[in-house]
């Protein structure tokens, strides 16, 4: 029975990472937005990064 | 001459009434001309069987045991086909470093088939018989000794002397309270090969293990069996038959990860759609650092994209903010990612920390015109930056393989530590605790 259900686990994880593979999926973390405005464009100051005013880690020295 | 057919409808057992010559108390005898002994059940007198007048075999203070037989004599029950009755139970101890241990030994007749045995400790069973030929010691040894029967190895499991204190009912033998015998038990589960030396004569016989429930079921015991404590010597191992099953099982989902992993290696898109080299200078007062880039297409179904972002650093870092952005939709997909690289060279040498190198994988985007505001962040004391930016479109991800022959991998051990641990619980328990594992079956 145990190798029934393992099979079926295993086939389980192949279609997962071939469904990911496929449909690009990603382990990065992101944010998603809609509806940027297209005047970004001209004007790239005018739109602002969630990931922006970064503090670099110097270690703690 | 030919044996005659049994009687229709099954045999019937000679059963026979006497008294008791010690208490008067009646005595029954379920298989009469076959039993060598009878026990009273009224004083516990061993009679001789064989013996018209029942002469006291040896009298002996019964007490009261504190664990009955668990199958009540004069049950009958149905074992490998043939119909069986319990005539005879004993209680037999062996002594491991003062520690007493008590199994129990049912006596089960048939007039045609003739006796066999069932014994219990701590709620495992085993369905024994007498060998119908000697075993062989075995030429090769290793860890412990082994014999050999029926092409079978069995290997040693444990020795010792086990005394009768314990005896109800008829038995085959001359039964004796305080009878000795030198046991030797050898296990090739779910088989147990055990024999017993008695004065200077050794008799060999061959168990299977049988579930509790069997038992029950084949003699139509009211209530449950008793549950099995720990793990019995000749106990079959309930992962073994699945170790085997499972790692091939996973040498062929390994396999077709692999051959996955090749396959959309070789038929990604994983092209590249946009390039570009920039230089970044920090300073005070600084000027707005983010800008656009020109716009590429991402064609294709839904995909990932890959941005890279290689740099010149040395002992500097930088940081880049990215918004991916659709032109027409609006869409975007904002992140970041720090490139730093330094390296110098102290007492165990030169060293190294960091990359001159960055890439991040934007999850399902749909094909459209897109373009890149990118927006660069560093120390304003170190000098420029130059970085490229490279957009490659539908990329293999090989992590997810990793994470994938990890989730096949993590049951497989699992199973392999769970029957491990079942052997060795099985073999802390011999005279070879400390033996490598050995598989079942070998």
Known sequence: MFRQIYMLYGLLILATVGYAQYNGWSLDTMNQLKNVPKSVRDNPGSYRSVYSGYHHYTGGK | MNPQPPPVGGPKPRVSGLNCPNCGGSITLRALGQASSVVCEG????????????????????????????????????????????????????????????????????????????????????????????PSMSSSFNISPRVNYLGESYQHFQSADANTDFVLGEFPWQVRVGERASVTDYVHPPRVLSGEKMAGEVTWSIGEYIPGRDVWKAFNLPGSPPAAIGVYENEPSPFRANLKAVWIGFAALAFGLLVMMIGFDVFAMNSSVFQGAYRFTSGYPRAEASFVTNTFELGGRPSNVEVTTS???????????????????????????????????????????????????????????????????????????????????????????????????????????????????????????HSPIIPEGS
């Open chain 2, 43 to 134: 004083c516990g007198s061993i009679l001789d069987a064989k013996d018209p007048k029942l002469q006291i075999i040896q009298t002996f203070h019964r007490i009261v045991s504190s664990d009955p037989p668990l199958i009540p004599l004069g049950t009958r029950g149905k074992i490998r086909g043939t119909d069986y009755e319990v005539i005879g139970f004993e209680r037999r101890t062996i002594t491991v470093d003062l520690v007493e241990y008590h199994w129990h030994e049912y006596i089960l007749f048939n007039p045609y088939k003739g006796f066999r045995y069932l014994t219990e400790y701590q709620g495992h069973w085993n369905d024994i018989s007498i060998c119908k030929e000697l």
């Open chain 2, 311 to 433: 740099t010149d650093l040395q002992n500097n870092w930088i940081y880049l903010n990215y918004a991916l952005i659709n032109q027409d939709t609006g869409q975007a997909w904002d992140f970041g990612r720090e490139v730093s690289f330094y390296s110098g060279y102290d007492s165990d040498g030169s060293w190294t920390e960091g990359s001159r190198n960055a890439a991040i994988v934007v999850p399902s985007v749909p094909p459209g015109q897109y373009y890149l505001r990118i927006e660069p962040e560093a120390d304003t004391v170190h000098p420029p930056v130059t970085y490229t930016v490279e957009v490659r479109r539908d990329v293999p991800v090989s992590s997810f393989y990793g994470i994938g022959f990890l989730a096949l991998l993590i049951p497989a051990i699992l199973i392999t530590w769970r029957s491990a641990s079942f052997e060795k619980s099985r073999w802390s328990e011999s005279d070879h605790p």
